[in-house]
């Protein structure tokens, strides 16, 4: 969550590095909804050291719930709210709604950031165009401004109309985002979307912390066995899909609260990836090392160990990486066993992930000789050609898995 100090809790981070030496955007998605004034506050502060940091950012906001607010209060009438998500936007709406608002949070963000860290994307720096039948909603078509990598980019909903520079379209933010995306590929290293419903269940209230394209593809097709989604959250899927399939390698919903924990690699809601893009490689910086194994010890994921095992772990050290970011930390440790170039993967993943990450560890682990070792799912290592071996490893016998498929 927020740290109360960002000073002192997050100055010695190094996952930050993965960001700043990429040379590529963090895009973050956020409804303003979420923001009260303390968490405006905090959030501000945090995107503000991330910024110092050396990260940069594109941050792209929505603003239903002011709209609402503002076109209610101007007009005493109630704004209509369709149940598919599809809301059409009058004019009068976007002359007593989305243009107040939208110049009220402009100002907001400008006095809250200062005028020397931002690059604020005004109304007029977007051509947008036309959404058949949502009147006055529209997609963005090109951007007229350029992105700064050395401030904090800020996109609003609201932009100029391609007919005609006096009119101005309602645009989602998701919608945005999706744009971005397909105008700058490789120059993204992360997406986020914040939003209140910030995971994906199953049908029996299970967190899906990890989904595939093609595990996304089903939902949508009412074809997934385990996760029927509401249409709220069949619309999220359908964005983040879109942008994965627009080049994006990894994107991740989660909570305002818990930003801090999904930039810096402790998954806190459901992160989305093309499995296609991951590759395995060897952890290089201690300094990295260090830092994730404090988390997970303190966090009681990991036994604590003495210096010598550190480094020798340290020497094995694996990550699966994604364009440039890491997606998931795990431990391999050399040891003399009978399958002597084998070695043994000591930390595996956990037992609430779904959608193919197991399935692309075993197949790295096949290519790199490795043994899994302590595991609750013996099936799923039968069903990939693993057997079953008892062993003495540290202080207790536990089952290893070695492969023996063709």
């Not at 070792?373 to 207790?396: C, D, G, I, L, P």
């Amino acid at each position: 969550m927020f740290p109360d100090n960002i000073d002192t809790a997050q100055k010695d981070s190094p996952y930050l590095d993965i960001y700043k030496n990429n040379w590529k955007y963090l895009v973050l998605k956020i409804s303003w909804s979420l923001l009260d004034d303390e968490k405006f506050k905090n959030f501000v502060n945090y995107v503000k050291f991330l910024r110092e940091k050396g990260v940069s950012i594109i941050l792209v906001y929505g603003g239903w719930d002011q709209i609402t607010e503002t076109y209610e209060k101007n007009t005493w009438k109630t704004r209509e709210k369709w149940a598919d998500g599809n809301n059409p936007t009058s004019k009068e709406l976007i002359d007593q709604g989305v243009i107040p608002a939208y110049e009220e949070l402009q100002k907001r963000l400008w006095e809250a950031f200062g005028e020397e860290n931002i690059n604020l994307f005004e109304k007029e720096d977007i051509i947008c165009e036309r959404v058949e039948g949502l009147w006055e909603v529209g997609v963005v078509k090109s951007f007229k401004k350029e992105f700064d990598t050395g401030k904090i980019n800020i996109l609003p909903f609201v932009w100029v109309s391609e007919e005609d520079i006096k009119s101005f379209f309602n645009v989602n933010a998701d919608d945005i985002v999706t744009r971005i995306v397909w105008e700058m590929r490789e120059k993204i290293s992360n997406i986020i979307f914040l939003t209140w419903t910030w995971w994906v269940e199953d049908n029996e209230w299970n967190v899906i912390s990890f989904l595939t394209k093609k595990a996304i593809e089903d939902i949508l097709d009412w074809k997934h066995l385990k996760i029927n989604a509401t249409w709220w959250m069949k619309k999220k899927l359908k964005v983040i899909l879109e942008v994965i399939e627009k080049w994006a390698s990894k994107v991740s919903m989660t909570n305002i609260d818990w930003i801090k924990e999904e930039i810096e690699g402790f998954w806190s809601g459901t992160m989305v990836v093309d499995l296609e893009k991951v590759k395995l490689k060897k952890l290089e910086s201690r300094e990295m090392f260090d830092f994730v194994y404090e988390s997970n010890v303190k966090n009681g994921n990991w036994k604590e160990r003495n210096e010598e095992e550190k480094d020798k772990i340290f020497e094995n050290y694996q990550v699966l990486e994604l364009e440039g970011t890491i997606l998931w930390w795990y431990v391999l440790c050399d040891t003399e066993i009978d399958w002597k170039k084998w070695k043994i993967l000591e930390c595996i993943f956990s037992s609430k992930e779904r959608g193919g990450i197991g399935t692309l560890l075993l197949k790295e682990c096949i290519k790199n000789k490795i043994v899994f070792t302590y595991s609750k799912k013996w099936r799923f290592f039968k069903k990939n050609w693993f057997v079953k071996v008892e062993w003495h490893f540290t202080e207790k016998w536990v089952p290893l898995y070695k492969y023996e498929g063709s």
